[in-house]
C-alpha cells in the first residue's frame, strides 16, 4: 500500500477498497494481485484470522467475496505496515468488529424509549392488553 503523509490508514484503506473491481466473487489469484501477497500467504491467513472464511467452489477453488478482499487489505496493513504480529492483528480485528457492533446498536435512554414510543403510549398499549385480558377470562 502506498501511504502518502497527509493520507490516515483508514483512508488508504477505503481507497484501496474502491480499486476493488465491482464483481461477487474473485479468486484467489485475482486476490493474490489486489492484495499484493502470494497466494500461499492468504491461505495461511485464512488459517489464522476466523473471519476469513472464502467459500468454495464445487471443484474446491477458494472464492472470495468483496467484504473478504478488503479484510485481507485491512489484514495486510497491519502486519506490513503496523507491523502488529498474527495475534495481534487478530486481538484488533476482534475488538474493532466488537466495537463497531456496540456503535451499531443504539441504546435507549430509558426503557419506556425502547422502540421510540414515549412513556404514554407504552401506558396505552398496556391498558389495551388488559381489556383484551378481561375479555379473554
Given at each position: 500500500?502506498?501511504?502518502t503523509?497527509s493520507?490516515t490508514d483508514?483512508?488508504a484503506?477505503?481507497?484501496?477498497?474502491?480499486?476493488?473491481?465491482?464483481?461477487l466473487?474473485f479468486?484467489?489469484?485475482?486476490?493474490?494481485?489486489l492484495?499484493?501477497?502470494?497466494?500461499?500467504?492468504l491461505?495461511?491467513?485464512?488459517?489464522?484470522?476466523?473471519r476469513?472464511?472464502?467459500?468454495?467452489s464445487?471443484t474446491?477453488h477458494?472464492l472470495?467475496?468483496?467484504?473478504?478482499?478488503?479484510?485481507?487489505l485491512?489484514i495486510?496493513?497491519l502486519?506490513?505496515?503496523?507491523?502488529f504480529?498474527?495475534?495481534?492483528?487478530?486481538k484488533h480485528l476482534e475488538t474493532?468488529?466488537?466495537?463497531?457492533?456496540?456503535?451499531?446498536?443504539p441504546?435507549?435512554?430509558?426503557?419506556?424509549e425502547?422502540?421510540?414510543?414515549?412513556?404514554?403510549?407504552w401506558?396505552?398499549?398496556?391498558?389495551e392488553?388488559?381489556?383484551?385480558l378481561?375479555?379473554?377470562r
Open positions: 500500500m502506498i501511504s503523509g493520507m483508514a483512508e484503506t477505503a481507497q484501496q477498497s474502491a480499486e476493488i473491481p465491482d464483481k466473487y479468486r484467489i489469484g485475482e486476490v493474490s494481485r492484495v499484493g501477497v502470494p497466494a500461499y500467504v491461505r495461511y491467513w485464512e488459517t489464522e484470522f476466523p476469513l472464511a472464502p467459500k468454495k464445487r474446491g477458494r472470495f467475496r468483496r467484504k473478504e478482499v478488503v479484510l485481507l485491512e495486510k496493513r502486519l506490513y505496515d503496523q507491523r504480529t498474527i495475534e495481534g492483528a487478530r474493532g468488529a466488537k466495537q463497531a457492533r456496540r456503535e451499531r446498536t441504546k435507549p435512554e430509558r426503557q419506556g425502547l422502540f421510540g414510543f414515549p412513556p404514554a403510549a401506558e396505552e398499549v398496556r391498558k392488553l388488559a381489556s383484551i378481561e375479555l379473554l
